[in-house]
């Protein structure tokens, strides 16, 4: 048998192995990410034609597990995963509420998450279109995101700029402005958690990640996370010695609340 396929079909014969075992408790099956519904949501983007298998692990954080994904035709893709049973839902319901594109007004734990990724997908896709360098979204389905893989030809994922510190500061900080103004101006979103934690550095081009909590301008809270995201950024670079201020950044961007 062709691998590829012997491949993808021990992966089916896992996702129904898994399927059998039944547990009532939140529907786990024992390996913490793969709940019953992940699995199924994951077989289903498997029968689309989006992901054929699952690579491995690049990060294991404190909601989400992002993984390596590779599709029919070879390619590299960034596959989130948002874990029902550890997620803030305070948190996500604090930064639904106030979005005009989604009315969620439920208890629904699963149902939050839903709301949360298709908020992220939402998102990425007004910024991917306003031009901003994010990820390229793909598709989303309940709790699972696939997005453009950043990283290189042989699926090392692209550092964050936390742990691959710029080689340039100065002009790394300038790409990032630029970045920034089209965020906030064309694509009209505020991220919210803007750090080198969610900025790649993809050959000393900045991408910037984690767009789930953004908001758009329209939103109360907007100006303050905008404030909260440029002071971030004017720390974390002075650190690296770029001569900047708070009121430089600020009126570069000249947000229009
Ligand atoms: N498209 C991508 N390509 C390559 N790596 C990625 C991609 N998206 C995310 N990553 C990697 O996964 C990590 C976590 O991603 P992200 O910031 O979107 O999740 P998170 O919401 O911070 O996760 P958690 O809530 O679990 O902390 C990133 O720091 C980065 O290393
Ligand atoms: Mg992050």
Redesign the pocket.
Known sequence: MDPKVAKADAKHQKIHSEKRKKDSSERKTGNEIFDKITLETLYKLANQGHIDILNGA??T??????LTGITDDEKFV?V?IYRIATSDFKKMNYYLNGDPRFNVKTKNKRKIIYSWVTKEFKNLTRLYDAGVTV?KPITSANNVLL?????DENGN????AKNQTPQNPDEFFNKLLVELKKFVNDAKLVHGDLSN??I?NKDETPVI??V?QSVVLDNPISKELLERDINTLVNEYSRLGVKTSFEEVWEYVSPKF
């Open positions: 690049i990060s954080g404190k909601e989400a597990n992002v960034a989130k990820p997005i453009e893989f950043i990283g994922p692209a550092q964050p934690y969610n790649l990640i984690d789930s």
